[in-house]
């Protein structure tokens, strides 16, 4: 058995390589008939709700949607900052929009803010998870898994939770969407970063099947590099910042020109960057020289830090 999985192991890699051009070929036409099969996404008088719309990309992604005349449920824990980004999307031009101060962890009050929306306006259009944290402590350096079920709660269990129940009413829109604000270390790695990257990980995981039971909702994975956004003030952890990281920060404007962009096309994967790219196609051929690469990186950026 040994020797059969060391053959299998040396002959499928040529064995991928020799069958890459019917596979590419494969890949285009099945891109293009799904090209063909969709319409642009119009938001105009489209039911929107985004998770994590009190500040940073959630809140500038209304204020996108706004200009477009959709009907916005903004969802956030704190509500003063969410109302000022509701007035706000009230004078860009939202057809209407509804505040729910939810914190998305709590199952209960999750459903129930899903369930008010679909109910009042018969269907969700586009499902935008946008809620998360970070995190920037060494396994070694943890005494406990409080850091751990605090970011798989968020980043990963409220993402389960809010597509379960709102389901229904996405399918119930003619062409209904899902975007999920991942992260590049959704599919690559980094030190200090254990519990965040299991938790963009597990979602990858969780997409990648939700999209094979549901051919009929077009699902946009959204991987960004380093957004300046308020996700610098919520890292679990050694705090980290805009100017001791590995990637070049892009501004939150031209992220949600991105996003927009991915939702038009109904894109699978969008990734940001040109490291977010080259560690998407690096990843599967050659993993060492890639963590390498990363590590360096790293620790390149912690030096920069205490200069």
Known sequence: MLLHNTIHRFIAPFLCLALLPLFS?????????????????????????ITGASSGIGAELAQEYARKKAILILVARRRNELEAVAAKCLELGAHTVVVEAVDVTVEQDLKLA???AGDRFGCIDL????AGIGMA???????????????????YLSVVSAVIYALPFVKAASRGKIVVI???LGFTSAPSASGYCASK??????IDSLRMEEPSIDITMIYPGMVDTGIFDKITGNKVGPNNTLSQVISTKDAISLIVNAVNRGARDEVFSLEGNF?????????????LI??????ASLKRKNQ
């Open 294 to 299: 990363t590590t360096l990186g790293f620790q």
């Open 114 to 116: 899903i369930h008010k």
């Open 25 to 49: 070929f494969i890949e285009l036409i099945l891109t293009l008939v799904l090209h063909i099969r969709r319409t642009p996404f119009n938001p105009a008088g489209k039911v929107i709700f």
């Open 182 to 184: 991942s992260s590049i």
């Open 127 to 130: 499902l935008v998870l946008n």
């Open 279 to 291: 560690g998407w196609f690096m990843k599967p051929f050659a993993p060492r020289l890639l963590d």
């Open 201 to 206: 990980y597990a979602l990858k995981g969780f």
């Open 137 to 155: 402590q060494n396994v070694r350096d943890c005494s406990d898994l409080s850091f751990f079920r605090q970011i798989t709660e968020l980043n």
